[in-house]
C-alpha cells in the first residue's frame, strides 16, 4: 500500500507550487507595505465604514441567494431523485449544459432580460401587467447570484438524496411515520452533507463575486468583491487588496470547517 | 395532481436557467450591431464568425486549454484520489482540505495569487501560465468526483486479483479502473467545463496574444459584444446539447430491454461513445491547434508586440501592416490606464507599443518607465497636427516620449425625446426630473471631473476641501442615477434605457449612427479633452519595429480607416481632410470649435498619494 501513496505524490507537489506558495505571497503582500515593513494597516483596512458597509451588503446579499437557493434546490433535488432517470449523469449534465454558454454572457444576457425595455418588460406589457423594474438593485443581483450558482445546491443535495435507502424510508413509514416525519426524522438529517456543503458551494462565491454585482447592479452597489478587485485594477494597491483578500480567506477557512465537521466522508459533493 | 405541481416546478426552474440562454441564441440572429434592438432576422453572424480570425483562435486557445487541462487534471488527479485513499485519516484530510481552497477560494483571489507567484518567478505570462492555472483548479474538481466512487470499491475484489497472481498495474484496469471510471469521466467533463467557463483567473494568469473566449469577450464588453460571440456560443451548446444526446439517449433506450446480453451490448457501445467521441474531438482540436500554432509561429522573428484599448484599432490595418512590412502583430487588449500600468510597471511582459492616456503617460515618464522615441523613424509625424502636439507637452513636456492617437472630448449625450429644454450644462445631472434615468461614469476620474467642473474648479484639484464638496455633490447624485458604466453608456443610449449619459466624444457619434434622437453637448462650465498616445516602454525588444508601426498609423490613409472603424476624434490633420462624408468632416462632436476646447482641462497625474485619496473619496461615494 506503501507505493500507491506515492501517487498523490505530483498532485502534493503540483498544490505546494500552485496553491499553497502563490497563498502564501498573498500573505505576504497582505502584511507589508509597499516599502516591504511588517503592518497590520492592510487587514485594518477591512474596519473603514465603506468597507464594513460592502462587506456586510455582500453578507446579506449573498445569504439571502442561498437561502433562496436551498428553498429552490430542495424539491428540486427531491423531484429529479424521484424521477428514476437510469443516467444520473443526463440530470447532472442539465445543469452543467448552461455553463457551456460563457458565463459573462449569460450574466449580460439577465440584462437583457431586466432592463427597463428588456424582454420580460415587453411581456408584462404585452399582458397589460405592471412592469417588472429591478434591474441595478440588489433584487437583480441576488437574482443573478441564485442563477449562477443554483446548480452548486442542486448536484450535492441531489448526490445525498439518491444514496438514501429506500428500505429506511419505507420501515419509517411501517412504524407510523406521517408524510413530515419522514421527511423531518429521516430524508432532513440523512441530507444534512449535501446541504451543508451546498451551502458553503453557493455563499462563499457569492460573497466574493464582482461580475454579478457590475453587470446587473449598474456599479451601484458596491460588494466586498468589487472593493478588492479595484484595489486591484483601479488603485494598483496590491497590499491593501491582498490584505481584504485575507478577511475574505477567514470564511473560506470557516466553510472549509463546516464541511469538515458535517461532511466526513465527502458525500456532499457535487458530482 | 402531484405530479403535475412537480413537472411545473421543474419546468420553472429550467426556464429560469435557459431563459438567458435563449436570449443569447436569439441575440445571434438580430440583425443588428447592439443587443438593445431587434434589426430582423440573419444567419450574417454565421458567416462572419468563420471569417473572424480573431475570434476562432480565441476558440482554439480555449479548446485547447480546456482539454489540456482537464487531460493533464484528470490523471493527476485520479493519481491522488488513489494515493489519498491509501493514506491515513489524518493527511488525508490535510490533503483534501488543501484540495477544497482553490474550490472555495474567491476566483479573485485564486486569480491573484497566482499572477503574483507568476511575477515573482519571473516567469513571462502566455498561453503556459494559463494552462498551469486551469490545471490548479481543475485538479480538486477530478479529485472529488473520483473520490466517492473509489471509496464505493472494495478493496478485496483488488486484493483478490493480486492473490489471484494480477499485477497491480493489471489488476487496476481489470478491476479498480471499471468501478471508478465514470467518476474519472465526470471529473474530466467538469473539469473541462470549468476551463471552458472561467474567466476571472485566466484575466489575471494570460498573457499578451493569448485570448480566451472569455476574456476575449470581457474586452469586448467595453465597447459591446460582437454578434459572432453570440453566433459562436450558440453554435458550442448547440454541438454540446447533441453530443448529449447521443451519449445519454441511446443507452437508456437499450437498458430497458431485460436481456443481460443487450445490456451488457449497451454497455459497450456507451464506452465507445464515451471514448470514441471525445477522441475524435480531441484529435480534431489538436489538429486544428497545431495548423493555427504553426500559422502564428511563421516570421514570429520580425514581430511587434502591441498593447491597446479595447477595440480601438480597425483590424485590417493590422493586417495591412504585417503585409506590408513582414513584420508580425502581437495584439493584446487592456480595459483601463490602471490595469495596463501595473504590467509594464512589473515588466513580466515586455510590450513594444502601448497606447495609454495623457495623466497615465505622464506617470510613467516620471516613474522612468518610456523610452524616447527616435522621430528619425516616423517621418509621419507631420501630419499630426500641431495644436495636439502643443497640447500632448502638458503631459509630455519636450514630445519626446509620446505620438498622439486619438483624441476626444468627455460630455453629455441625452435623448431629446426625453428631454425637452436645450442642455448646456452640467447641472442637469442633478436635476431630479430625471431621477433613474441617468447614466453616469464608472471611473474616479471621470466622475470627479464632472462633479469638480460643476463647482468651477480644476478637474485636477487636490485641494482636500474642493474633492470633499465634489463628492458630497456625488452622492447627492446618486440616487438619481440609473448605473454606474463604463462604455455601456453607449448601447444603453441606443436602446432608449436612460434620458441622460456622460459618454466620450467618440462613442457619441457612433450612437447618433444607431439612435438619431441622441444629441451630444460639452456642457459650458468646460471638461476633459484627453489625448492617447503611443509611447515605447524601456524595456521594448524590438523598437524600431514599434516605431515603423507608429509611422504606419500615422500615414493619412490609415489613420482614416482608423478613424472611420472607432469613430474617436484623430489628430491627423492630413486624414481630416480625407473624410468624404462632409457631416463628419465638418462635425462639432469629433472636431470641436477652438472656443470650446478652451474651456477645456487635460488630466494629470497628481501622484500615488492624491490618487488614493481620489480612490477612498470615490469608494465612499459607492458604498453610500
Known amino acids: 500500500m506503501k507505493s500507491k501513496k506515492l501517487l498523490s505524490g505530483p498532485y502534493l507537489i503540483w498544490s505546494l507550487a500552485f496553491i499553497i506558495i502563490p497563498l502564501l505571497i498573498v500573505v505576504y503582500y497582505g502584511f507589508t507595505t509597499k516599502e516591504g515593513d511588517f503592518t497590520f494597516t492592510n487587514i485594518a483596512q477591512i474596519t473603514t465604514p465603506e468597507n464594513l458597509k460592502a462587506l456586510g451588503l455582500a453578507i446579506l446579499l449573498s445569504l439571502v441567494s442561498t437561502i433562496v437557493c436551498l428553498l429552490l434546490a430542495f424539491p428540486l433535488a427531491m423531484i429529479l431523485s424521484g424521477m428514476n432517470v437510469n443516467q444520473t449523469s443526463f440530470v447532472v449534465l442539465i445543469f452543467i449544459l448552461p455553463m457551456w454558454m460563457n458565463f459573462l454572457l449569460r450574466t449580460l444576457a439577465w440584462q437583457s432580460l431586466l432592463e427597463k425595455n428588456g424582454v420580460i418588460n415587453a411581456i408584462l406589457s404585452f399582458l397589460h401587467l405592471p412592469s417588472l423594474n429591478i434591474i441595478n438593485t440588489p433584487a437583480a443581483i441576488v437574482l443573478g447570484m441564485v442563477y449562477n450558482f443554483l446548480p452548486f445546491m442542486v448536484l450535492p443535495i441531489y448526490n445525498v438524496l439518491i444514496k438514501i435507502d429506500k428500505d429506511v424510508i419505507s420501515a419509517a413509514r411501517d412504524l407510523g411515520a406521517s408524510n413530515i416525519q419522514t421527511f423531518t426524522k429521516i430524508i432532513l438529517p440523512l441530507s444534512k452533507p449535501g446541504i451543508i456543503s451546498g451551502i458553503t458551494m453557493v455563499f462563499v462565491p457569492a460573497l466574493t463575486t464582482f461580475v454579478i454585482s457590475d453587470l446587473l447592479g449598474g456599479s451601484k452597489i458596491l460588494l466586498i468583491g468589487n472593493v478588492i478587485e479595484q484595489e486591484f485594477k483601479q488603485s494598483s494597491n496590491w497590499h491593501t487588496g491582498s490584505g481584504l483578500s485575507l478577511v475574505l480567506m477567514l470564511f473560506i477557512i470557516i466553510s472549509m470547517a463546516m464541511i469538515a465537521k458535517y461532511d466526513k466522508d465527502g458525500e456532499g459533493s457535487i458530482f | ?293 504553426t500559422q502564428n509561429s511563421a516570421g514570429s522573428k520580425d514581430q511587434v508586440i502591441v498593447y491597446n484599448w479595447g477595440e480601438y484599432i480597425d483590424p485590417d490595418v493590422l493586417t495591412k501592416f504585417e503585409e506590408e512590412t513582414g513584420i508580425k502583430v502581437i495584439y493584446e487588449e487592456f480595459e483601463t490606464n490602471e490595469i495596463m500600468y501595473p504590467k509594464i510597471q512589473s515588466g513580466a511582459i515586455a510590450y513594444d507599443v502601448v497606447c495609454p492616456s495623457d495623466y497615465m503617460i505622464q506617470r510613467m515618464i516620471e516613474n522612468d518607465l518610456l523610452a524616447e522615441i527616435n522621430f528619425d523613424n516616423i517621418p509621419n509625424i507631420e501630419h499630426i497636427g500641431d495644436e495636439y502636439m502643443k497640447q500632448s507637452q502638458q503631459f509630455d513636456s519636450n514630445n519626446k516620449y509620446s505620438v498622439p492617437y486619438c483624441w476626444g472630448t468627455i460630455g453629455i449625450l441625452y435623448n431629446t425625446t426625453m428631454v425637452n429644454e436645450p442642455i448646456d450644462s452640467w447641472s442637469v445631472l442633478w436635476d431630479p426630473k430625471y431621477a433613474n434615468n441617468i447614466l453616469m461614469q464608472d471611473s474616479v476620474r471621470d466622475a470627479f471631473a464632472v462633479a469638480l467642473k460643476y463647482l468651477g474648479y480644476s478637474m485636477n484639484s487636490t485641494d482636500l476641501d474642493e474633492l470633499t464638496e465634489a463628492k458630497d455633490l456625488l452622492i447627492e447624485q446618486k440616487p438619481l442615477v440609473q448605473a454606474y458604466v463604463i462604455d455601456q453608456v453607449r448601447d444603453k443610449m441606443i436602446g432608449n434605457e436612460a434620458a441622460i449619459g456622460v459618454i466620450y466624444s467618440g462613442e457619441a457619434i457612433f450612437t447618433q449612427w444607431e439612435n438619431p434622437d441622441l444629441e451630444y453637448v460639452i456642457p459650458k462650465e468646460g471638461s476633459n479633452v484627453w489625448i492617447d498616445s503611443w509611447v515605447i516602454p524601456k524595456n521594448a525588444p524590438n523598437q524600431e519595429n514599434a516605431e515603423a508601426f507608429i509611422n504606419f498609423l500615422c500615414r493619412p490613409d490609415i489613420a482614416l480607416m482608423n478613424f472611420e472603424y472607432i ?41 500615488d498619494e492624491n490618487d488614493a485619496v481620489y480612490n477612498s473619496l470615490w469608494r465612499e461615494v459607492k458604498s453610500n
Not at chain 2, 478485496?156 to 494480477?166: F, H, I, K, N, P
Not at chain 2, 459591446?224 to 445519454?248: C, D, H, Q, R
Open chain 2, 567 to 607: 469613430t474617436y476624434s484623430t489628430p491627423n490633420t492630413a486624414a481630416q481632410q480625407l473624410i468624404e462624408d462632409e457631416d463628419i468632416r465638418n462635425s462639432t462632436i469629433a472636431f470641436p470649435d477652438a472656443s470650446e476646447l478652451e474651456r477645456c482641462e487635460t488630466f494629470r497625474y497628481l501622484g
Open chain 2, 1 to 293: 395532481m402531484k405530479q403535475t405541481i412537480k413537472k411545473i416546478y421543474l419546468g420553472l426552474i429550467i426556464l429560469l436557467l435557459y431563459a438567458p440562454i435563449a436570449t443569447l441564441i436569439v441575440l445571434s440572429f438580430n440583425n443588428s450591431k447592439t443587443r438593445a434592438k431587434w434589426g430582423g432576422f440573419t444567419l450574417n453572424w454565421y458567416v462572419e464568425l468563420f471569417q473572424n480570425e480573431s475570434i476562432m483562435n480565441a476558440l482554439y486557445t480555449t479548446l485547447i486549454i480546456a482539454l489540456l487541462s482537464a487531460l493533464i487534471a484528470t490523471v493527476v488527479g485520479t493519481m491522488a484520489a488513489m494515493g489519498m485513499q491509501a493514506m491515513n485519516r489524518k493527511f488525508r484530510t490535510v490533503m483534501m482540505g488543501v484540495t477544497n481552497i482553490p474550490m472555495l477560494n474567491a476566483d479573485i483571489v485564486t486569480g491573484i495569487s497566482l499572477m503574483l507567484l507568476f511575477i515573482v518567478l519571473r516567469f513571462s505570462l502566455g498561453f503556459t501560465t494559463i494552462l498551469l492555472a486551469h490545471i490548479s483548479f481543475n485538479i480538486p474538481y477530478v479529485i472529488l468526483s473520483v473520490m466517492p466512487k473509489l471509496r464505493q470499491t472494495s478493496r478485496q475484489t483488488y486484493e483478490a486479483a493480486l492473490d489471484l497472481g494480477a499485477t497491480p498495474i493489471y489488476a487496476f484496469f481489470k478491476v479498480v479502473f471499471p468501478d471508478i471510471f465514470p467518476g474519472i469521466i465526470s471529473g474530466f467533463l467538469l473539469a473541462f467545463t470549468m476551463s471552458l467557463d472561467d474567466f476571472i483567473i485566466t484575466h489575471f494568469t494570460k498573457g499578451p496574444g493569448v485570448d480566451t473566449l472569455s476574456t476575449k469577450i470581457y474586452s469586448e464588453v467595453r465597447k459591446g459584444i460582437k454578434p459572432e460571440m453570440y453566433a459562436l456560443s450558440t453554435l458550442l451548446f448547440v454541438t454540446v446539447l447533441l453530443l448529449l444526446i447521443l451519449i445519454n439517449a441511446k443507452p437508456s433506450k437499450k437498458s430497458s430491454a431485460a436481456s443481460l446480453k443487450v445490456k451488457k451490448r449497451s454497455r459497450i457501445s456507451q464506452i465507445i461513445l464515451r471514448r470514441v467521441v471525445p477522441a475524435a474531438m480531441a484529435l480534431v482540436i489538436i489538429a486544428g491547434g497545431f495548423f493555427y500554432a
